[in-house]
């Protein structure tokens, strides 16, 4: 299962209509297709990849003094073979396919507990 590249970073905000103008006026991104999760958010797009996605969370007392990085996500290769490992290695994860978008998530979480998914594109 050898890592190909970072795929995305994951921002959590209470001020969604700020960023994404943020996003699209000081770095350029374009604001695209995202699936229909069950949360608000949106994803900016470099070219044709989404590499910034921002998760809309509300008003939390001292959210301006915490790290909003909620995840990164790695694209990989083998899939099956990579459940495996984690599997053999008492790794929990939890499976999450975005079928209209053709990537299956995998998520983990490392010994200090930050969360992280490996896609496959399908």
């Known amino acids: 299962m050898p890592i190909q590249t970072l795929d995305h970073i994951n921002i959590r905000t209470a ?4 960023m994404i103008a943020w996003y699209q006026e000081v770095l350029g991104l374009t604001l695209g297709p995202r699936p229909n999760f069950s949360f608000g958010g949106a994803w900016l797009y470099a070219g044709d990849v989404a590499i ?8 939390q007392p001292g959210m301006a003094d915490t790290l909003q990085l909620e995840h990164f996500a790695l694209s990989a290769t083998d899939k ?4 495996a490992k984690l599997g ?9 396919t975005l079928a209209d ?5 995998v998520n983990i979480h490392d ?5 992280i998914h490996v896609d496959f594109r399908e």
């Open 80 to 83: 099956e073979g990579f459940l």
């Open 52 to 59: 910034v996605h921002l998760v809309e969370v509300g008003e």
């Open 15 to 18: 001020h969604l209509k700020p």
């Open 88 to 96: 053999a290695a008492g790794i929990p994860n939890r499976v999450n």
């Open 101 to 105: 978008f053709g990537i299956t998530q």
């Open 111 to 115: 010994p200090d507990g930050n969360h």
